[in-house]
């Protein structure tokens, strides 16, 4: 179980005898967006050392570059979030060959190499350093608005527990 709370017109108060609406702390740390922002930071937090090993590489012989695909992701991520209501409220993310999540609920990735009938260049690699960075700017702009977007629900929740506007 959880420590439970109240919500009330001033605020949250431990629950009394006869309390209609009891919520739970995990309640509020697993509902809403959370999990989903939660497991967005953590690809974006893999994707970029994938890109970064990439660029390490860039200069390797026969080095072919890694990839996971963000739109298998993010179908993933809408779709666990519509079973989530027949999951009982859980959150689960299905799984795929680029990526899984563990028993702890961390998420796992295991990147797939780049198609080698993309450009391959005279030393065997087919890494370009122009569409590594592009990757980099999109990837960190998508942890940023997801770091944002949690920041944001944290606030929500620090305000509601001490029950005033800043």
């Known amino acids: 179980m959880g420590l439970a709370i109240c919500k009330t017109a001033r605020g949250l108060r431990a629950p ?3 309390d209609e609406r009891i919520v739970l702390l995990t309640d509020i740390t697993s509902g809403g967006r959370l999990p989903m922002l939660e497991k967005t930071l953590a690809f ?3 994707r970029n050392r994938m890109i970064a090993t990439n660029i390490a590489n860039i200069m390797t012989p026969g080095y072919r570059e ?3 695909d963000v739109s298998a992701f993010q179908k993933a991520l809408r779709k666990a979030q519509e ?4 999951n009982d409220g859980r ?3 299905p799984r795929s060959k680029e990526f899984k999540t563990d028993e702890a ?3 796992q990735l295991t990147p797939s190499e780049e198609p080698t009938q993309n450009l391959l ?3 065997g690699t087919n890494a370009r350093i122009e569409r ?3 990757q980099l700017a999109e990837n960190t702009m998508m942890n940023r608005m997801a770091s944002d977007l949690m920041q944001d629900y944290f606030d929500r929740i620090s305000t509601a527990i001490r029950g005033r506007l800043r």
């Open 91 to 93: 959150f689960e993310l």
């Open 105 to 107: 609920g961390h998420l």
């Open 44 to 46: 974006t937090e893999a």
């Open 16 to 18: 009394s005898e006869g």
């Open 83 to 86: 079973a989530r209501e027949a």
């Open 121 to 123: 260049f005279q030393d």
């Open 66 to 68: 890694k990839q996971v």
């Open 132 to 134: 590594q960075m592009s």
